[in-house]
Structures are given as C-alpha cells and as structure tokens.
C-alpha cells in the first residue's frame, strides 16, 4: 500500500512538474497589432543616394543596361521622397495580407533634391526601396512574428521576407525574382517611433551584374 502511494505521490509531481515546464517555455503569445501610420500624406524625407555595381561579365561580352547606368551617375547626389497614399490597415491579419495591403503599395514618389524630376525607370527603381520599407507603427512585433530573422541579413529566395525588431530600429528585408535570370530586393533599418527607414539598400543580381542602391536618411 505504501508503495502504491509512493508511486501515485511520483506520478503527480512529475506530472506538475512538467506543465510548470512547459507553461514556463511556452511562448508568449504576440499581442494584436493597433496599426497606424507615423507619416502623413504630403510629408517629403531627403535620401542621399550612393550607388554602385560590379560587373564580372558585362563588361566581357559589352553588355549593358541605360537605366543602372543612369542609376550609377546618380552616385552622391540627394532624392526627396514625397508621401503620396497611405493604405488602410484594416484586415491585415498575416503574412500574405500584409505584403498586399501594405508593403505592395506604392506609398512615395522621388525627385531630384533641385527639383528635378528622374527618368520614369529609373524612379521606379528609386522609389520601391523606401516606399516598400514605410511600415505602420503600433504593431512591430506583430511584423516580426510573420517573417523569420535576419540571418541571412538578405532573403536567399523569391517571395521571402526577414524582420527583426532591435531596441533602436526595427530591420525588414523582402526579395524579388522574374524566375529567369535576375533577382532583386532590399533590407532596410526602420525607425520605431514613425516607420521611416533610416537606410535602405536595394539590390538587383542580374545574370551578368549587380546593382547596388544606399539611401541614408539625410537630417532635415
């Protein structure tokens, strides 16, 4: 009889003993993002560009590209991001729906600091990086829960993001392919207390080259 009891007593502690376990290491769950915008339609951000690319087989086979050549000259000069529209952020509830209602969204327009206006290519191409890195504030580690870290610090496949939220910036990566032969995409340092990236490299990864765009955050 005492055995059975001692047995029984055993049974119960470990039984305890391992729900504190895993209560202990469940994780805890993310709490519901209360999204909204730190930016304003009509708010302008100054970015100096600095661009640069390699070229192991272009230049072999005389190969060339007018649009990231007229990128590459624009090394050291300084864009003015205009907000053009802010999406509504209702019903982003996952990974899918917030990449279609939020980071697909054209958000920014860019000209030259003087005024004038980039060739239409070449703007596209400008104005992805910081308009695809504008995020919602309110719900950051909501964003983090969607996408794994940053490692490796650029996505190795098509269609994947990377995120982290650090104590000073919040880090968001996501990459693009034609399925052919080029592969593009950007990461970019965003600040926690309006959404802005404070930097963003875009990258392109062409089969005869690779396109580097940086756009730092310039002080006002």
């Known amino acids: 009889m ?3 009891c001692l047995a029984a007593t055993t049974m119960v502690i470990v039984f305890l003993a391992g729900f504190g376990v895993f209560w202990v290491t469940r994780p ?3 709490p519901e993002p209360n999204f909204e915008w ?3 339609i009509g708010d302008t951000f100054r970015y100096q560009l600095r661009t640069h690319a390699t070229y192991p087989w272009s230049l072999m086979f005389g190969v060339s590209n007018q649009t990231y050549e ?3 000259g624009l090394n050291g000069t300084t864009v003015v991001a205009n907000m053009t529209s802010l999406p509504l952020l209702d019903g982003v509830f996952d990974s899918s729906t917030f990449f279609s209602a ?3 969204v054209s958000r920014v327009d860019c000209v030259l600091a003087n005024g004038s206006e980039l060739q239409n290519a070449v703007e596209g191409i400008i104005a992805s990086a910081p308009s695809g890195c504008i995020l919602p504030i309110g719900g950051l ?3 983090d829960s969607l ?3 940053e490692t490796p610090w650029f996505p190795p496949y098509p269609g994947s993001f ?3 939220v650090y104590p000073d910036h919040f880090f968001f990566a996501h990459i693009q392919s034609n399925g052919i032969d080029a592969m593009w995409g950007w990461p970019g340092n965003i600040t926690l207390s309006d959404g802005v990236p404070t930097s963003v490299q875009w990258k392109n990864t062409h089969q005869y080259f690779t396109v580097y765009i940086d756009l730092i955050l310039a002080e006002s």
């Open 28 to 30: 805890l769950p993310v």
């Open 2 to 4: 005492k055995w059975r």
């Open 147 to 149: 996408y794994p870290d």
């Open 162 to 164: 990377a995120s982290k």
């Open 102 to 104: 939020i980071v697909n």
């Open 141 to 143: 580690p909501f964003i």
């Open 70 to 72: 007229d990128i590459l």
């Open 38 to 40: 730190g930016v304003h």
